[in-house]
Structures are given as C-alpha cells and as structure tokens.
C-alpha cells in the first residue's frame, strides 16, 4: 500500500479509536489523525510480530483494518497514561 493510503486508514482508525475508548483526550484533531497513523502502523507490525501473519494485505482487506484499530486504540491508551495527567492540574 502507498503512503497516501496509510494516511487514510491512519485517519478513519484514529477516528474510530478516539470513539470506542471513553474519555477525554488531552491533543485535539492533529494528535488523534497522528496517533491513527502511527497506531495504524503499530498494529500491522505487532500482527506480524506477536501471530506471525501478514496483517497488511491491502486497503479493502478486514485484517489491515482491525490492526489500524487496535494499533491505534493502544497509542491513544499510552497517549493519555504519559500526558493525560499534566492536562488535569
């Protein structure tokens, strides 16, 4: 997959993951489309890493996806735990 299409899972799986973790994020728009894209990467390594599959088949495939998420989902977690608390006082 291109650059530009790990951009766009990067966004929507960072969208997704702002949505199903509760709370309040401390970074705004720029944090959660980077954080997507990063997470999105994440996910794809840790899928090859940990269960030994190749987790990016393409843009379309529910593998890619999922991983985008998850990735995601654990790079926003990791987000809140090291800057969440400096927001608070």
Do not use: E, Q
């Not at 954080?35 to 390594?45: A, D, F, K, Q, S």
């Not at 654990?74 to 809140?80: K, P, W």
């Amino acid at each position: 997959m291109g650059i530009l299409a790990w951009i766009l899972i990067g966004l929507i799986a960072g969208l997704i993951a702002k949505a199903l973790v509760p709370g309040k994020d401390p970074g705004g728009i720029i944090i959660t489309m980077l954080i997507g894209i990063v997470g999105g990467l994440l996910g794809g390594w840790l899928g090859k890493v940990i269960f030994g599959v190749d987790s990016i088949d393409g843009f379309f495939d529910l593998s890619t996806w999922i991983a985008a998420i998850v990735g995601s989902m654990i790079l926003l977690l990791l987000y809140r735990v090291f800057t969440g608390n400096r927001h608070a006082r």
